[in-house]
């Protein structure tokens, strides 16, 4: 039975960052030269995490994402794929990753139980790429893809972030690509959550401009029946090729959003905007017991009343959720550090 929060939303998706590392860096999510890392006594251990997860499980999760940072990064991260698979409870197990490192792991990741995986892709120009993420690696990118489509998981995405200026001219590009190799293709509009320090409402690009831009090139365009609580509006072209829009920043979703956020040192958010997290590992920590952090967890979600992005469209003025000095007194308001 899922726990419900304060508008009937219930507790059903938890999207687990393994980590605050990222081999990226880009423009849009880490654009500053330094960053304040987690303590590493502080990052749950697989076990830890695999812990947490049952006690969410027995509160309604079914589907569990695996973000960062990069949760490649995160040294052996099948294992914590195997351990959470293995979860009777669990019957969508995903990742979202930058693809650096995807080639050399998807074999393992799909040998251990991962169900399905997205990959964070903005260009298919290779300058523009080292541009916007400061690192030489979009060759490895698309090898990463192309190695998970040849392998087969359940779904395969690319998620791309509209920028006006920046990505915005590859809208047609991309989902070109994305149908050559088999993935489906998700613009994201450019939201101004923590870390997004450059943001401007100049630079984000709406759904109902994206959607002109390819159907002037693709012809009509039908919306696709909603996918439950997914954040995409899916639609599809004349030749069938289905792609979506996450209209993040001018058509929020938040009534109903099912998802939450744990950090990798095991603060648990409730949105993509909240101030504060639920400690979870000093309880676990201390020793608590399945039913106590069950009891923690229940009591904090039926308290839930976020609705964060729609709390922002309706400001006049928008501006960048937070500056530079409050995001470097605490990394858990990072994007990088909950997951994006
Ligand atoms: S802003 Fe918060 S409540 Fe709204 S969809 Fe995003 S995570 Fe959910």
Not at 1 to 20: E, F, K, Q
Not at 292 to 303: P, Q
Request: proline share 5%.
């Amino acid at each position: 039975m899922n726990a419900r929060d304060t508008l009937g939303r219930p507790l059903a998706n938890l999207r687990v960052s393994v980590t605050d590392r990222c081999n990226l860096r880009c423009q849009y999510c880490m654009p500053e030269r330094d960053y304040a890392w987690l303590p590493r006594r502080d990052i749950l251990d697989f076990e830890e995490l695999s812990a947490l997860v049952d006690v969410f499980a027995d509160l309604g999760v079914d589907k569990v994402r695996l973000t960062g940072g990069e949760p490649l990064v995160r040294r052996d991260l099948s294992r914590l794929v195997r351990m959470i698979a293995d979860k009777p409870a669990i019957r969508d197990l995903a990742l979202t990753t930058n693809g650096i490192l995807l080639a050399e792991k998807a074999a393992e990741l799909k040998e251990a139980g991962l169900g399905r995986v997205t990959v964070s892709l903005d260009t298919l120009d290779p300058n523009r790429f080292r541009e916007l993420t400061r690192i030489d690696g979009h060759a490895r990118v698309l090898a990463g893809i192309a190695e998970a489509a040849r392998l087969g998981f359940r779904a395969l995405k690319i998620d791309t972030v509209v920028i006006r200026g920046v990505t915005d001219g590859e809208l047609a590009g991309l989902l070109e690509y994305g149908q050559r190799i088999g993935a489906e293709v998700r613009f994201i509009e450019y939201m101004d959550v923590g870390g997004a320090t450059r943001w401007s409402p100049e630079k984000v690009v709406p759904r109902a401009e994206i959607l002109g831009t390819l159907a002037r090139r693709f012809g009509p365009i039908r919306p696709e029946p909603p996918e439950g609580s997914a954040p995409a509006e899916r639609f599809r072209l004349a030749d069938g090729t289905v792609f979506g829009i996450i209209a993040s920043t001018t058509a929020p979703f938040c009534r109903a959003c099912d998802r939450s956020r744990l950090t990798a040192d095991g603060l648990w958010y409730l949105c993509l905007y909240g101030a504060r997290g639920t400690d979870l590992r000093a309880p676990l920590r201390a020793g608590a017991s399945r039913e106590e952090l069950k009891a923690l967890i229940e009591g904090t979600w039926r308290g839930r009343a976020d609705r964060g992005a729609e709390e922002r469209l309706a400001l006049r003025d928008r501006s960048p959720l937070l500056p530079v000095n409050t995001l470097k007194r605490d990394p858990h308001l990072e994007m990088h550090t909950r997951g994006g």
